[in-house]
Every structure is written in structure tokens, then in C-alpha cells.
T-cell receptor
Framework: KAGVTQTPRYLIKTRGQQVTLSCSPI?????VSWYQQTPGQGLQFLFE???????NKGNFPGRFSGRQFSNSRSEMNVSTLELGDSALYLC????????????FGPGTRLTVL | DQQVKQNSPSLSVQEGRISILNCDYT??????FLWYKKYPAEGPTFLIS?????DKNEDGRFTVFLNKSAKHLSLHIVPSQPGDSAVYFC?????????????FGKGTHLIIQP
């Protein structure tokens, strides 16, 4: 079974721009979560989507948004980029059948200049 | 307030010996705990998990112990191998079994010395 895939793997943007990241979950997984990893804050939960609906949201500003499509693929969007948004963005998928085990993709490294 | 704490940023262990990584949590609502291993520039890889109804779970060289009264869990790796050198993250969930956001510790960098 193919794992979680994320595109692109690397991205360089400038302040004020916006960016869209993509995630394809493991086949059959309907829940997709997004995390931000920075050296100072570690791994922090952004939001989680299930059946095209946002079910949970972490403590991030409204500039961070996402969506999920009917095939469970998900996108994350960050508008008006700030230098502090430079991070590794990780997507994880999980099966809806009862456990919290989330399987992560390789991440997208976003650099904001 | 950090709800999941890994107080050792790094740990050095000789190859073949036991590695013990520790994790403390403050939220008594957490009911599912996981350990992930991460190499630089890669996503975390799931290692092992434990539900709050158990106090031990074993998978090959990896064993996780949970002490609910102390709000403490640990990951034991026996014997330690060079490929175990990575950053290990402890994570916790309070969703009672459904998919939810995980709360992560800041990680412990395990270095296996030959």
C-alpha cells in the first residue's frame, strides 16, 4: 500500500504571498491531519479533516486554512505568508476505524524569504 | 503550557545496550499514546502505541510502558542498534479512539554509539 504523499517537497516563497500544499492519504484512510514543525515549537497540530469536513482545529491564525476533497485528498493554504511560517508541514492520515495512529507523509519544507 | 514533555533533549547509548526514552504528560484526559521516530527531512514514522487501559505494549525490540498514576510513559529499545539513531517523539490523544489532533513532545535525540 502506498504511503502518504505530499507535494511539493520543497517550496520557497516571499512574505505576503500565499501557498497551497497538497496531501494524498493512504488508500482507504479518510481522516487527514496537518501539522507544522519548527525548531522552537516542535510539532504542532493545525487541523484535521474527515469526509470533507474540518473536525478539529489547532491554535493557528485564520491565515491557515485547508480543505478535503471527496477522494480524501487534502490541501492546506497559507495566505499572507510571514517569515515565521517557514517550517516543515506534515500531513498524516488515519483510518476511521477506531485508533489514533496517524501515518505521516515526508512533509513539505516551506521557506519564506 | 506544554501538555506532553520529553525532558531529555538528547540521549547517548552504546550499541547493544538498552535505550530508555521518557515522556511525561499533564492532561489526564489523554487516553492513547504513541511513539514516533524521525530522521531529518522526513516525516515521523510510527513505532508503537498504547491505550490507557494497558500498562505495557511490546513489539519486537520496542516496549512502551505506561504509568497512569504518575502520568509517565517510557519507550525501551533492546538491544539498541545504530539505525535507531534518530529523534523520538512521544504523542498523546484525548479523543477516545477516534482520529484527532495529536499533542507531541519536543522530542529526544537518541544517539547510538558503536
Amino acid at each position: 500500500k502506498a504511503g502518504v504523499t505530499q507535494t511539493p517537497r520543497y517550496l520557497i516563497k516571499t512574505r505576503g504571498q500565499q501557498v497551497t500544499l497538497s496531501c494524498s492519504p493512504i488508500s482507504g484512510h479518510r481522516s487527514v491531519s496537518w501539522y507544522q514543525q519548527t525548531p522552537g515549537q516542535g510539532l504542532q497540530f493545525l487541523f484535521e479533516y474527515f469526509s470533507e469536513t474540518q473536525r478539529n482545529k489547532g491554535n493557528f491564525p485564520g491565515r491557515f486554512s485547508g480543505r478535503q476533497f471527496s477522494n480524501s485528498r487534502s490541501e492546506m493554504n497559507v495566505s499572507t505568508l510571514e517569515l515565521g511560517d517557514s517550517a516543515l508541514y506534515l500531513c498524516a492520515s488515519s483510518s476511521p476505524r477506531g485508533t489514533d495512529t496517524q501515518y505521516f507523509g515526508p512533509g513539505t519544507r516551506l521557506t519564506v524569504l | 503550557d506544554q501538555q506532553v514533555k520529553q525532558n531529555s533533549p538528547s540521549l547517548s547509548v552504546q550499541e547493544g545496550r538498552i535505550s530508555i526514552l521518557n515522556c511525561d504528560y499533564t492532561n489526564s484526559m489523554f487516553d492513547y499514546f504513541l511513539w514516533y521516530k524521525k530522521y531529518p527531512a522526513e516525516g515521523p514514522t510510527f513505532l508503537i502505541s498504547i491505550s490507557s487501559i494497558k500498562d505495557k505494549n511490546e513489539d519486537g525490540r520496542f516496549t512502551v510502558f505506561l504509568n497512569k498514576s504518575a502520568k509517565h510513559l517510557s519507550l525501551h529499545i533492546v538491544p539498541s542498534q545504530p539505525g535507531d539513531s534518530a529523534v523520538y517523539f512521544c504523542a498523546a490523544s484525548d479523543s477516545g479512539g477516534g482520529a484527532d489532533g495529536l499533542t507531541f513532545g519536543k522530542g529526544t535525540h537518541l544517539i547510538i554509539q558503536p
